[in-house]
């Protein structure tokens, strides 16, 4: 029988009666439909159209914790169901405190993609919370759903230190000058990061997206405590789907031996980052992952991650220890993280 | 005896990055096809200056030297009389030569099948 957690459990039976009171309040305060023609009726598709659904954010933005990335993506799913059902979608920022690199990152991914589907039919408030506040405003995320900048001077250091880049192409890692000179990577961890990063990138190129498809990647670096936190994303096919459209690798996860290993996206990581092949069968290709954890174990400290599908994969640098994690739940498309010590103290 | 240096930072890019023309303006197969190959096809030793970058993925460096042998069919022989790699990182210069190998151990292969 399974063990219940009672903390967990109140705490969960908590956040679901709050988030029941607050959209129950503002369902009340869905606009109702006002035409052009006074005297005929609105449709019940118009009407729908008009309407409001509340969406509250989570407190973290975090995918490497279960509860957290359930969160999350319950979240994205809920704004998701909502638009595609004709609805506008106001989103709150007001429980939001907690903003890691990667799922933060992923967030603004899956939202701005969002936005570009359903233009003008989502909108949020200013968040309670001043440094997500500040860093909503400083990428420019809140003026893409339609706020005007409130915070006159960005005073907080997590977000002054915050960088974004994004792009289509492999042009605008040329930006990633921008961050090397501002943060000041030491020397001895320098040698390489730029490498890893164009080549994380020039993957979500090759491989990621299908030939027709635009092929987006977003960048957050982030300075804090000492360290240099470093997340690329790209919202396409994922590692473990794409390895699998390989042939001779759907031959062998078909096989009888170990089938249910071979099927988690957590080993598929595994595989990918220790193969030399590629999504392409040719064998000059898929080095990068490869080269990637070669870095990662070269600098000693720190660490490198990959989340893709349902998978995982950790590397502690200064534990020379490899993790694989396998989720319940599916992240689209594939983050790649680096965390990198700013100063050559050796304690990370 | 005709020379050529290229240094990659000054003539081409600082941020070169991505495989193909297709993946971006600074990639390794443009770097191949309007500057290293031509410069190898016109002189008897060229070196390729390597620093002064950001750095390079393995994408850019296998398509830019790789692909002299997979796609310009070059011998690696011939590159070893011609081709100079100048980097103050070594890694980049093993990995060039590595790719050169790899290379050509495919075209061999591809050969004996045939």
Redesign the interface.
């Known amino acids: 029988m399974k063990k219940v957690n009672p903390k967990q459990e109140q705490w969960k039976k908590n956040k679901q009666f709050k988030l029941k009171k607050k959209e129950s309040r503002l369902k009340k305060k869905s606009i109702k439909v006002v035409t052009p023609d006074s005297n005929s009726v609105p449709t019940e598709q118009a009407k729908k159209i008009q309407k409001i659904r509340m969406v509250v954010a989570p407190e973290y933005f975090s995918l490497t914790n279960d509860n957290h990335r359930e969160e999350l993506l319950n979240f994205i799913k809920k704004i998701k169901n909502n638009l595609s059902q004709g609805y506008k979608v106001d989103i709150s920022f007001d429980e939001t405190r907690t903003l890691v690199t990667s799922g933060t990152l992923w967030m603004v991914a899956k939202l701005e993609k969002l936005i570009y589907s359903y233009p003008n039919k989502i909108s949020c408030n200013y968040p309670e919370d001043n440094t997500v506040h500040q860093l909503l405003q400083h990428i420019g995320f809140l003026k893409r759903l339609g706020l005007p900048d409130k915070v006159t001077e960005i005073d907080s250091d997590i977000v002054r230190h915050w960088h974004y880049i994004s792009g289509t192409?492999?042009?605008d890692?040329?930006h990633?000058?921008e961050i090397?000179k501002c943060v000041a990577v030491p020397e001895e961890f320098s040698?390489?990061?730029?490498?890893?990063m164009?080549?994380a990138?020039?993957?979500t190129?090759?491989h990621a997206y299908d030939d027709d498809e635009i092929k987006e990647w977003r960048m957050f670096a982030q300075k804090k405590d000492g360290k240099l936190d470093i997340a690329i994303c790209d919202l396409g096919v994922g590692i473990p789907k794409s390895l699998k459209q390989k042939p001779e690798i759907k031959k062998w996860i078909t096989s009888p031996i170990q089938s249910a290993r071979k099927n988690r996206d957590s080993y598929l990581l595994e595989v990918a980052i220790q193969s030399t092949r590629s999504k392409t069968k040719l064998?000059?290709?898929g080095?990068?992952l490869r080269?990637m954890l070669t870095y990662a174990k070269s600098v000693k400290v720190g660490g490198f991650r990959i989340l893709s599908g349902k998978g995982a994969f950790d590397y502690s640098s200064s534990k020379k220890l490899k993790v694989s994690k396998q989720f319940k739940s599916q992240v689209n498309g594939t983050l790649i993280e680096w965390q990198i010590p700013l100063e050559n103290n050796h304690d990370t | 005896m005709t020379h050529k240096t290229i240094s990659i930072a000054v003539e081409y890019?600082?941020?070169?990055?991505?495989?193909y023309y297709s993946?971006?303006?600074?990639?390794g197969e443009r770097f191949r096809e309007e500057f290293l190959y031509p410069a190898l096809t016109k002189n008897d030793e060229v070196e390729i200056d390597l620093d002064d970058t950001?750095?390079?993925?393995?994408?850019?460096l296998?398509e830019a030297f790789?692909g002299l042998i997979?796609e310009k069919n070059m011998d690696i022989n011939e590159l070893k009389d011609k081709l100079r790699i100048i980097s103050s990182?070594a890694?980049y210069e093993n990995r060039i030569w590595q790719?050169l190998k790899?290379?050509q151990q495919?075209k061999n292969n591809e050969k004996t099948i045939k």
């Open positions: 192409t492999t042009d890692v040329s990633f000058d090397f040698d390489g990061l730029y490498d890893s164009s080549e990138v020039t993957n190129i090759q064998s000059h290709r080095k990068g080269d | 890019t600082k941020t070169p990055a991505g495989r993946d971006g303006s600074f990639t950001l750095g390079y993925g393995s994408s850019f296998e790789g997979r990182r890694l790719y790899d290379a495919e």
